[in-house]
Every structure is written in C-alpha cells, then in structure tokens.
C-alpha cells in the first residue's frame, strides 16, 4: 500500500514504506513502554520494600521516563497517521519550520476545526514536557523553557516530580493521543466515503 509513497515534508526524509516500518517499529516501542511504565508504578507502589521509597524519588523517575516515551510517541503517531494523507497534511504541518509553541498550536487548530475540542490545558502540558524532555536528553534547561515550565504548575527540576505530576503527564498524553487517533478515524471515515 505505501510502497509507491515518496512524500517529503520540511526537515524529514521522504515517507516510503521502509520509513513506514520503522516508525510502526518507533510506535510499538513506546507503546511496550508506556504499558511497563504502568506495571512498574504497581509493581513498585504493592512491593514491601520498594514501596517505602519516597515518592519523589519513584515518582521523578517515572515523570522522566513517560515525558520522553510520550513525546516521542505523539511524534510518531502524527509522521504515522498524518504524514503520507493528503487530508490531514494541516496535522502534518506539526514537522514544519517554526518554534515549538507555533508548531503545537498549528496542531491544536487542526485538531479544533475537526471539532475534536482539544484541551487548551493538555497542549500547554505538552509544551512543558517536551522542554522538560529537551532538558533531560541534553542535560541542560533553556532559562525561557524552565519558566514556562514553572508557569504551567510542573516542577524545573527533574527530581521533583509528584505522583499527582505523574497523572497529569499521562492524562496530556491520552488526551492528545485520543484526539489524534480521533482525527485518524475521521480521515478513514472520510476516505471510504469518497471511494479514495
């Protein structure tokens, strides 16, 4: 089905069905590893030992750990289900030139025109994490990332997370992974409507 694809978008290389396989490989990765990052909060919270660890110290880890699965994951997901459907190239357009805050609020247009009424709230906590990633994989904080992290109620330090922090980043990840497996629907739906 994608063996013909060859789209190319700003920055990326063209979207052709060895591209396709390996981003499925991406996506089934950070799916395993959102569901053992939730086994393992059960696991750890039930041990006798494990349990006693102070929260901020388990629940740091985990914050750490789901911000740069999700991060990756929804990046994946829109290459995925976006990139190579014409339709959706407005969601797509997430890949283009710009900074991080226009590159989400492109994305949250696309989703609101849809009527998929994204969350104003899980965008910005989005933002935040993906500084909050930025930060983690290169070892050093923007200054101007670190204060719209603090802004939004989440720690500017990555040791200070909370398991109320962890909900949070996990909702923000289902939250824009539902509205875009939403949008992903809406554009199949469509597809077979047309006859395309």
Request: net charge negative; charged share 25%; aromatic share 12%.
């Amino acid at each position: 089905m994608f063996s013909s694809l060859s789209r190319e978008y700003p920055g990326e290389m063209a979207i052709t069905s060895e591209v396709i396989q390996m981003v499925d490989e991406f996506i089934d990765a950070y799916s395993d590893d959102q569901i053992y990052l939730e086994l393992i909060e059960e696991l750890v919270n039930d041990h006798p030992v494990e349990s006693k660890i102070p929260d901020s110290i388990k629940y740091s880890s985990f914050c750490r750990l789901w911000i740069v699965m999700m991060v990756g994951s929804i990046e994946m997901i829109i290459k995925r289900w976006a990139i190579p459907e014409p339709m959706m190239s407005d969601i797509a357009s997430y890949f283009e030139s710009g900074s991080n805050e226009e590159r989400l609020e492109r994305l949250y247009k696309a989703l609101e025109i849809r009527g998929l009424k994204p969350a104003r709230k899980c965008f910005n906590d989005y933002l935040a994490c993906k500084y909050i990633r930025n930060a983690y994989v290169h070892g050093e904080w923007n200054e101007n990332q670190r204060t719209y992290v603090e802004n939004c109620g989440l720690p500017s330090t990555t040791m200070s997370f909370t398991s109320e922090h962890y909900e949070r980043v996990k909702g923000c990840f289902y939250h824009l992974m539902n509205r875009l497996g939403m949008a992903n629907a809406i554009n199949t739906e469509t597809k077979l409507r047309i006859g395309s």
